[in-house]
Nanobody, 123 residues
Framework: QVQLVESGGGLVQAGDSLTLSCVVSGRTGSFYHMGWFRQAPGKEREFVAAITWSGGNTGYADSVKGRFTISRDNAKNTGYLQMNSLKPEDTAVYYC????????????????WGQGTQVTVSS
């Protein structure tokens, strides 16, 4: 079993930056692709960013491309989501998730999930 714990959420103003962290524990190894997803009230969970287990490939939703950066430090079993130029529409609960197998952005294919961390961006 794998456990994920997010941290770093909070209340910020538009234009500010925030970095989310996701610590992976349990049956850890570096061979998990990691993704970040978010869910705003009344909306479906959506893909934000993903990174392969090696860190060699990353992918982003169009809405965050150029503003968010996903990374990971396998020595620390930790993933990160650096969020810059935040907008009110980025307000959501952010979840990190992990999976083995095919690297993709389909949240339904991710096996392990954190509890989520709230990000609120005021205008």
């Amino acid at each position: 079993q794998v456990q994920l714990v997010e941290s770093g959420g909070g209340l910020v103003q538009a234009g500010d930056s925030l970095t989310l962290s996701c610590v992976v524990s349990g049956r850890t190894g570096s061979f998990y692709h990691m993704g970040w997803f978010r869910q705003a009230p009344g909306k479906e969970r959506e893909f934000v960013a993903a990174i392969t287990w090696s860190g060699g490939n990353t992918g982003y939703a169009d809405s965050v491309k150029g503003r968010f950066t996903i990374s990971r430090d396998n020595a620390k079993n930790t993933g990160y989501l650096q969020m810059n130029s935040l907008k009110p529409e980025d307000t959501a609960v952010y979840y990190c998730a992990a999976k083995q197998g095919t690297y993709n952005s389909d949240y339904a294919s991710y096996d392990y999930w954190g509890q989520g961390t709230q990000v609120t961006v005021s205008s």
